[in-house]
């Protein structure tokens, strides 16, 4: 872990070439450190974890910077409570060393290489420490936003450090009535020491959020711009409590047969199979308090009814728009429109379709799923591929260039349940065929170029002369109910002119570009 210097000019050329980041990302004006407080086995690494995690899929880069690694790599064996002891002069020297090497590291992080947020997760639980902290992110013209987690529910306590604490390298022994005894000692040192964030008098000033009790309450304090009110919004709507999510996508429609993308149409015969199939699986595993969600295409409707049980509709949760390629193949949108098509395969992420969405939109337009997500209990979310490939990312911690192939196969159930520092998956294939909907990540990439890449991507407005819109709530075979807006293709020369309508492609993992979702 070394440091270095950056002069101003060197370091805005360096933010300024790093690869460009989401809609999110240019709320931040200059970079934030978030600064966790709290003792010992408070949630303080859940939740960084957690935050960081929502962070970087909306598109903000952050990162975890664990005083506790930096700790273990100074003090190669650790014997017991003994080295948190305030009155452990030499422990407390090399434990303020730790934190100034992180510190540099985080500087390293924000200044030179392309970082938005840190989160300096530690106990920090004395205002010398934070204000040392405070004096260093005023030296760097960071932000700096506080988030303390308060828990005296010894139940909490205790089954947090069983859970968390008998698995860290601290205890390589895991014995589990040893590392209780000697992690509550370790507790006992810091409150020797422990200083509350105070909102009525010396910190006052200070932007943050006291957690207490795992979110039974909040107290906020000078939430100052947009990334601080995003912390805020998510750390009040993540609740720890045992449930898990299932994952599907609805059964093979006729698109998919046909290898198109969008559009709304019906089930497959072996798309209703499945459905059928569906209903078993939930019986089988005695899913009774199961919630239900769908989008408004009549795939996924069909595949729930078939299930006997309540289900909610959410127009968010319609596949993504393809705009002016719904309901094509990825062929004919190769033949009609090659140039989009190869814009596509360059970034597939930020790429945007005319008139249509990227995946990028689409993490927009999906954040208030995931926050229901983590509030409810048992959820069985029947979606599309494009979609699952998105909330997918979100649980699984996947960059923006691999989520758009993350393979989300037809007739395939995915079970997540968190877990302490993350979320097992577990798949259940049902046994009905379906067609693969998959396309994989191309080899060679057309070489980029920034005049075309600009003319259509996430970060700029729908402005050129092709961006129209057209309604998604039908399918191959059935009258639009509005009339239709000219495509690009009606707006080209004679003779680059297509008589297809182009389809988006969700090519998630398979193709389920033939399954289709609704914008207007």
């Known amino acids: 872990m070394s440091s270095t ?56 880069p952050t990162k975890v910077f664990n005083l506790g690694v930096y ?26 060393q730790c934190a100034l090497v992180a510190l540099q590291d985080v500087k390293a992080y ?8 840190a989160v300096f997760d530690a106990t920090n639980t004395t205002r010398e420490r934070r204000d040392l902290i405070l004096a260093f992110v005023k030296e760097n013209a960071f932000k700096v936003f506080f988030v303390e987690s ?10 947090n450090i069983l859970e968390v ?41 200070l932007s943050f959020i006291k957690v207490m009790n795992v979110g039974r309450r909040f107290l906020v304090n000078r939430v100052q711009d947009y990334i601080q009110s995003k912390i805020v919004y998510y750390l ?6 045992s449930h898990s999510i299932y994952l599907c996508r609805h059964g093979e429609s006729g698109h998919n047969v046909d290898g198109r993308i969008g559009g709304d149409a019906q089930l497959s015969p072996r798309g209703k199979q499945f459905a059928h199939a569906l ?18 295409l009549r795939r996924t409707i069909q595949t729930a009814e078939e299930l006997g049980v309540p289900y909610e509709q959410w127009k968010i949760l319609n596949e993504i728009d393809a705009g002016v390629c719904e309901e094509m193949t990825y062929e004919m949108i190769q033949n009609s429109f090659p140039e989009e098509f ?31 997500l983590e509030r409810q209990g048992n959820v069985l979310v029947i979606c599309h591929q494009a979609v699952m490939r998105c909330l997918l990312a979100y649980f699984l911690d996947k960059s923006a260039e691999d989520l758009p192939y993350m393979k989300c196969p037809l007739h395939t159930i995915l079970k997540l349940t968190p877990v302490a520092y993350g979320c097992k998956v577990e798949m259940f294939y049902l046994n009905v065929e379906a067609v693969n909907t998959h396309r994989d990540r191309p080899l060679d990439k057309v070489p980029r170029d920034s005049a075309l890449i600009h003319r259509r991507n996430s970060y700029t407005p729908l402005s050129s002369h092709d961006q129209v819109k057209r309604p998604r709530l039908y399918s191959a075979g059935n009258q639009p109910w509005l009339p239709l807006a000219p495509t690009p293709s009606a707006l080209m020369p004679e003779g680059r002119q297509s008589q297809e309508s182009l389809c988006e492609g969700s090519d998630f993992d398979s193709c389920e570009a033939t399954s289709g979702c609704v914008r207007f």
């Open 71 to 96: 700790r273990r790599e100074a003090v190669r064996a650790y014997k017991s409570y003994d080295f948190f002891r305030h009155d452990n002069e030499e422990a407390m020297k090399v434990r303020k």
């Open 110 to 117: 924000l200044l030179a290489e392309g970082g938005q947020i």
């Open 150 to 159: 308060v828990c005296d529910d010894p139940q909490v306590i205790a089954a």
């Open 236 to 241: 009040m709507n993540i609740h720890v409590h």
């Open 165 to 205: 604490k008998v698995s860290s390298p601290d205890y390589p022994e895991r014995h589990r009535e040893r590392v209780m005894g000697d992690f509550l000692k370790r507790i006992e040192c810091y409150k020797v020491t422990y200083q509350p964030l105070d909102p009525d008098d010396y910190d006052r000033d």
């Open 279 to 296: 209903r078993g699986f939930i019986e089988e595993h005695d899913l009774s308090d199961l919630k239900v969600w769908t989008s408004q």
């Open 5 to 60: 210097e950056h002069g101003p000019a060197n370091s805005a050329e360096t933010r300024m070439n790093e690869k460009k980041c989401s809609w999110a990302s240019y709320m931040t004006n200059s970079p934030t450190v978030i600064v966790m407080i709290g003792l010992p086995a408070r949630g303080k690494t859940y939740m960084s974890k957690k935050l960081t995690r929502y962070l970087n899929w909306i598109g903000v």
């Open 342 to 372: 190869a814009l596509r395969d360059q970034d597939k992420y930020h790429y945007r379709y005319p008139g249509g969405e990227s995946y990028q939109d689409l993490v927009q337009r999906l954040e208030p799923v995931i926050m229901e």
